[in-house]
Nanobody
Framework: DVQLQASGGGLVQTGGSLALSCAAS????????IAWFRQVPGKEREGISC????????YYGDSVRGRSTISSDTAKNTVYLQMNNLKPGDTAVYYC????????????????????WGQGTQVTVSS
């Protein structure tokens, strides 16, 4: 079974940093794309970043571009999202998801393209 375990959330002050991890198991990690999403109550789940282990493509959404770095460790079957200069608007539950989809123009964190999800990890940024 495909399993994804997100971790690394917590409480941080504005301007601080967090490193989220998504540990994967049950599939050939090198063939899959892993994406990060976040959601606040009452709003749609927002795709913020993805990395394709197959073609190496990376994507960042406007809300995190320039403040975040996604990386993949295929030896550990883990994808990381380093988030810097955090703002109160980054407060959300963060989820990782996986797909085997091939990309013509690079990966994109469009929710409907991902059919395997981990549980969320809460990130809270205090002002």
């Amino acid at each position: 079974d495909v399993q994804l375990q997100a971790s690394g959330g917590g409480l941080v002050q504005t301007g601080g940093s967090l490193a989220l991890s998504c540990a994967a198991s049950g599939f050939t990690f090198g063939d899959w794309t892993i994406a990060w999403f976040r959601q606040v109550p009452g709003k749609e789940r927002e795709g913020i970043s993805c990395i394709s282990n197959r073609d190496g493509s990376i994507y960042y959404g406007d809300s995190v571009r320039g403040r975040s770095t996604i990386s993949s460790d295929t030896a550990k079957n883990t994808v990381y999202l380093q988030m810097n200069n955090l703002k109160p608007g980054d407060t959300a539950v963060y989820y990782c998801a996986a797909t085997q989809r091939d990309w013509s123009w690079g990966c994109t964190p469009y929710r409907r393209l991902y059919d395997n999800w981990g549980q969320g990890t809460q990130v809270t940024v205090s002002s």
